[in-house]
């Protein structure tokens, strides 16, 4: 009688609309495989090597062997300001800015499909002990990687759930101002310096994609996330 009733209240909460939270509405497509088979390229400081170990631990926590099939590039850099001065002139307290740019590429046709920055910040007193102030820095850091590295784990997968549902049909691209390109070239979305990419302009391309579907729609916009 106990789980009459139970199964009596399960199927009452599943006709009011309830789901189970981690069911993938777009055709039950699961993106574990593919940000497993990610591969990070970064610079060589400590900094862009703690963020590719906190990013790994995201995009493959259960260590899932896949072939590679995306580039993930990343650009770091770190500015530490001075926002409490002291009756002596020094710095009483210390902010950490780390900002991430990143592109995630097709390694099939190298057509990028997800592309971004984001942006952390977080403070630290400054004292009199030089170690102590050395181990407040290097804490607060490794806190921001690894908010950085979410914040970046969290884009590349909308990004897979927006290409999926347009491709799936779900989204109207026909609704959506853009221009086709025969294929992806960084000169001609850049701004003549070298080809690289204004990260506050809006621009829109068609790039010729074989994971999902013919061909991608691809908004070029900053993503920013600040703490």
Do not use: W
């Amino acid at each position: 009688m106990r789980n009459f009733f139970c199964l009596i209240i399960l199927l009452g909460l599943f006709s009011c609309g309830f789901q189970v939270i981690y069911r993938n509405e777009v055709n039950s497509f699961s993106y574990s495989e593919d940000l497993a088979s990610i591969r990070i390229k970064k610079d060589r400081n400590h900094l862009s090597q703690e963020l590719k170990n906190n990013l790994y631990d995201l995009l493959n926590p259960d260590y899932i062997k896949a072939e590679p099939k995306y580039f993930l590039i990343l650009r770091t850099s770190k500015t530490i300001s001075g926002t409490l001065i002291t009756q002596t002139g020094a710095s009483g307290r210390n902010k950490i800015t780390i900002e991430v740019s990143y592109d995630l590429k097709n390694l099939e046709n190298n057509a990028i499909i997800s592309r971004g920055i984001t942006s952390v910040n977080d403070s630290y007193d400054v004292s009199t002990n030089r170690y102590g102030t050395y181990v407040s820095e290097e804490t607060v850091e490794n806190n921001l990687t690894k908010i950085a590295a979410q914040n970046i784990r969290n884009a590349i997968v909308n990004d897979f759930i927006e290409v999926k549902k347009k491709c799936s049909g779900e989204m109207k691209v026909e609704d959506e101002e853009y221009e086709i390109k025969e294929a992806f070239d960084d000169s001609k979305y850049g701004n003549g310096k070298g080809g690289q990419i204004d990260p506050m302009a809006t621009q829109m391309k068609v790039i010729k994609e074989k994971f999902v579907c013919p061909f991608v729609v691809e908004k070029l916009t900053k993503k920013e996330s600040t703490k």
